[in-house]
T-cell receptor
Framework: ETGVTQTPRHLVMGMTNKKSLKCEQH?????MYWYKQSAKKPLELMFV???????ENNSVPSRFSPECPNSSHLFLHLHTLQPEDSALYLC?????????????FGEGSWLTVV | DQQVKQNSPSLSVQEGRISILNCDYT??????FLWYKKYPAEGPTFLIS?????DKNEDGRFTVFLNKSAKHLSLHIVPSQPGDSAVYFC????????????FGQGTILTVHP
């Protein structure tokens, strides 16, 4: 059982829809991350939150909107996405952003934009 | 510009033999390296890490070697088992934030019985 839980595991949405991905970590960590894995590309960092504050936006388009209401929960709000946004979205957490900590990943949410 | 590269897309090994997965990096600021394993339809699972103050770290069947001068690291799995068949990702971090991992493309390891 993973300490980082993502829902939904699979999502199909139209380009005009608004949906959200949810992540919850049960590890007592203070840093949370969104990563994206597109087909045939490496995992790519999208956003970092440390103690609920966003510390990194890796030039992500505004149609992706993260929200971190507390250290245990992280959301990725999606609106007016494009088919090329179809990918595996991975949430991760670590004790803090700084320091040599291991980052633990959830099982991912497979997103298909039609 | 890919800062972390795994040049072998795939590797096939016989059960019981050694698997060696390689990773090269270009950013001199990287000083913390991790290996993750990923099965289909699952998230990456942490395997082993190494910081730049070491050149070797061992955990059971897994050993990671770091050659800082060559900007190269490798993961050795001995002995390899069929359950090790998965995609292996190398990741690196350093500088101002160790939370910002840069990943390689992954290597598909297949261990044949």
């Amino acid at each position: 059982e993973t300490g980082v839980t993502q829902t939904p595991r699979h999502l199909v949405m139209g380009m005009t829809n608004k949906k959200s991905l949810k992540c919850e970590q049960h590890l007592g960590h203070n840093a949370m991350y969104w990563y994206k894995q597109s087909a045939k590309k490496p995992l790519e960092l999208m956003f970092v939150y440390n103690f609920k504050e966003q510390t990194e936006n890796n030039s992500v388009p505004s149609r992706f909107s993260p929200e971190c209401p507390n250290s245990s929960h992280l959301f990725l709000h999606l609106h007016t996405l494009q088919p090329e946004d179809s990918a595996l979205y991975l949430c991760a957490s670590s004790p803090e952003e700084g320091g040599l900590y291991t980052i633990y990943f959830g099982e991912g949410s497979w997103l298909t934009v039609v | 510009d890919q800062q972390v590269k795994q040049n072998s897309p795939s590797l096939s090994v016989q059960e019981g033999r050694i698997s060696i997965l390689n990773c090269d990096y270009t950013n001199s600021m990287f000083d913390y390296f991790l290996w993750y394993k990923k099965y289909p339809a699952e998230g990456p699972t942490f395997l082993i890490s190494i910081s730049s103050i070491k050149d070797k770290n061992e955990d059971g069947r897994f050993t990671v070697f770091l050659n800082k001068s060559a900007k190269h690291l490798s993961l050795h799995i001995v002995p390899s088992q069929p359950g090790d068949s998965a995609v292996y990702f190398c990741a690196a971090a350093g500088g101002t934030s160790y939370g910002k991992l840069t990943f390689g493309q992954g290597t598909i390891l297949t261990v044949h019985p």
